[in-house]
């Protein structure tokens, strides 16, 4: 059955960073009812055939008063990622969801390895904050890969749940020059740590560019595709 599409409000605004904004929407009609890792539809006015529709993960985990919290960054000359930039607070969306499969699994038997390209990140400091609030003894290690030191999202928060969880270690990365740079950084660090180790759960999320060659190292270490869980945004 398709997902019923309604009106949502926004409720706050914020810049979490030059390029990175973040918006708290209030569904005006349904509570959407959501696995962190999942994502909505927007339904935006604008393009040549509206309505253009993009997905955007949610950022935290559901909340009793229902709000969902999207973050996102400004792509340059994009029409959706630019049209929410010109959003105020009160101002309606339509939105439809939540969608998706990428998700933490169910039963934890490996080490969790989060690898995340700028917002990439999105989905996995969804999951990372329901992950330590309900299993704060879990391991994991997040590779956060972001294009400038003052464009690594959340870098605050992972470094006080880093301090505060002996299980959680997080490495933020910068790569000025785009996807290839932010892949080969990763590598650099992940070979060390994969290479003839006992295996871990690896979950990436970025755009093709990033998350592809990323995915074909751990099947070339001897992964299952199927044990490598992706989240493409293009
Ligand atoms: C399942 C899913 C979840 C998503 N979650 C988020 C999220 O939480 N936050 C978020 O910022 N975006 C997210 N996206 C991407 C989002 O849906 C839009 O694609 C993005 O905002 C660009 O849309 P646009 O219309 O502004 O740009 P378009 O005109 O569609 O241009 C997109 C082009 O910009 C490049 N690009 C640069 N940055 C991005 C980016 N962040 N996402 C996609 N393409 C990019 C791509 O290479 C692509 O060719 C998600 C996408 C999917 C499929």
């Not at 962190?36 to 529709?53: A, D, I, R, T």
């Not at 989060?114 to 990439?120: D, P």
Request: with cysteine; charged share 20%; proline share 9%.
């Amino acid at each position: 059955m398709a997902e019923p599409t309604q009106p949502a409000r926004i409720l706050s605004v914020t810049d979490l960073t030059t390029h990175v904004r973040q918006l708290v929407l209030l569904p005006q009609e349904q509570r959407i009812v959501f696995q962190p890792g999942q994502w909505v539809s927007l339904k935006l006015p604008v393009g040549p055939k509206p309505p253009l529709n993009r997905a955007y993960s949610m950022a935290a985990p559901a909340t009793d008063s229902g709000e969902l919290t999207l973050v996102f960054d400004q792509v340059a000359g994009g029409l959706g990622s630019g049209y929410l930039y010109r959003a105020k607070a009160g101002d309606e969306l339509l939105l439809s969801g939540p969608y998706g499969n990428f998700g933490l699994p169910a039963t934890p038997d490996r080490d969790l390895l989060f690898i995340s390209r700028y917002t990439g990140l999105v989905p996995v400091r969804c999951m990372l904050k329901q992950l330590y609030a309900t299993r704060p003894a879990v391991s994991a290690l997040l590779i956060a890969v972001a294009p400038a030191e003052d464009e690594l999202l959340f870098h605050q928060e992972l470094l006080t749940l880093a301090v505060t969880h002996p299980g959680f270690r997080y490495l933020p990365l910068v790569a000025a020059s785009g996807e290839q740079q932010g892949v080969d950084l990763a590598l650099s660090m992940l070979r060390p740590l994969i290479d003839g180790a006992e295996k871990v759960t690896p979950l990436l999320c970025g755009t093709k560019a990033f998350v592809r060659p990323l995915r074909a190292y751990f099947v070339s270490a001897g992964y299952d595709r199927k044990d490598v869980k992706t989240e493409t945004y293009d």
